[in-house]
């Protein structure tokens, strides 16, 4: 099954100050976000493989769309995260379906390597209802700047058959971070943690 697509969106957000500072190079963040029809929409269906598929489908379509809005080479990403808002007839496995066993893997593709879990959000809501997009670095979960998010919506989804699938990445981490913790610099990507 492929996914029937409503409606694509794809934002950049960029940070040039914060706290009165320049941020140079300004930080920057980027999400792809599809609406789609939900085809088990009001019903109970126990085999979600239709829907598996499209998270590949989506993974690969968003990731690049995302990368592409940055303009920047894939392995230049520094974090990513998915999520997903199911419209009032779904049910979040809907989302779980499509975020957790296959679009993981096309997105590693579209960002060049992914050693580190991809964070991931999923709820249920209305038309116009804010999604955050949790953030983390693409090859070492314990690099504390780059743990963001960015919030995405659309006025008019999702309706009660659809469901919204997101996809950011970013060129850095937070602007001025001084939590601690590893740099980027330390990355070795090799587990994903460090």
Known sequence: MSADIRKLMVVVDEIHREM???????????AAVAVIANPFAGRYVEDLTPLMDI??????LL???????????????ESYGKAALVGENGELEH????????LGAPLRQAVEKGAA??????KRGGPGQVL???LGHKD?????????????????APRADEILVAVAVTDSGR???????????EVKGEDGLR
Do not use: C
Not at 140 to 156: K, L, P
């Open 20 to 30: 009165d500072r320049e941020i140079s190079p300004p930080t920057r963040r980027a």
């Open 55 to 60: 998270g590949a489908e989506l993974g690969d």
């Open 117 to 122: 879990l991809v964070p991931s959000s999923k």
């Open 132 to 134: 955050d997009i949790p």
């Open 95 to 102: 989302a779980a379906a499509i975020l957790h066993p296959k």
């Open 175 to 185: 602007p001025l971070p001084r939590v601690g913790g590893l740099t980027t610099q």
């Open 63 to 77: 990731g690049r769309r995302a990368v592409a809005a940055l303009g920047i080479a894939p392995a230049a990403v």
């Open 140 to 156: 070492a979960a314990y690099v504390r700047s780059h743990f963001d998010g960015m919030e995405v919506q659309i006025n008019d």
